[in-house]
């Protein structure tokens, strides 16, 4: 698997995760890796992006402020540090490699790994 997440869980609303995707293969060779997430019944939502070139950022205007995407070239890691988590939060989340579509003005996902859960109870 070359986008391996992994850090989900339970967690009580206002309290935090911390996620970690390891990249492998070919998945090396893309400039951003990020995460998007799917909750049950609902649209696939992009949550954030990391540029492995700049450190550049992206991030869903529902997370911004809450969550912070970081990467360690040298481990080909990335993490998605989660505070002040809401219910709303609850989804699957999927490490992914992120491409900026210029023509519909935001970021899709062209590659994807299993996903891990993550559940926030109010």
């Known amino acids: 698997v070359q986008l391996q997440a992994s850090g989900g869980g339970l967690v009580q609303s206002g309290g935090s995760l911390r996620l970690s995707c390891a990249t492998s293969?070919?998945?090396?060779?893309?400039?951003?890796i990020g995460w998007f997430r799917q909750a049950p019944g609902k649209e696939r939502e992009g949550v954030a992006c990391?540029?492995?070139?700049?450190?550049?950022?992206y991030y869903g205007d529902s997370v911004k402020g809450r969550f912070t995407i970081s990467r360690d070239n040298a481990k080909n890691t990335v993490d998605l540090q989660m505070n002040s988590l809401k219910p709303e939060d609850t989804a699957r989340y999927y490490c992914?490699?992120?491409?900026?579509?210029?023509?519909?003005?935001?970021?899709?996902?062209?590659?994807w790994g299993q996903g891990t859960l993550v559940t926030v109870s109010s």
């Open positions: 992914a490699a992120c491409r900026y579509d210029h023509y519909g003005g935001r970021y899709e996902f062209d590659y």
């Open positions: 990391i540029s492995k070139s700049d450190g550049s950022t």
């Open positions: 293969g070919f998945t090396l060779d893309y400039n951003e």
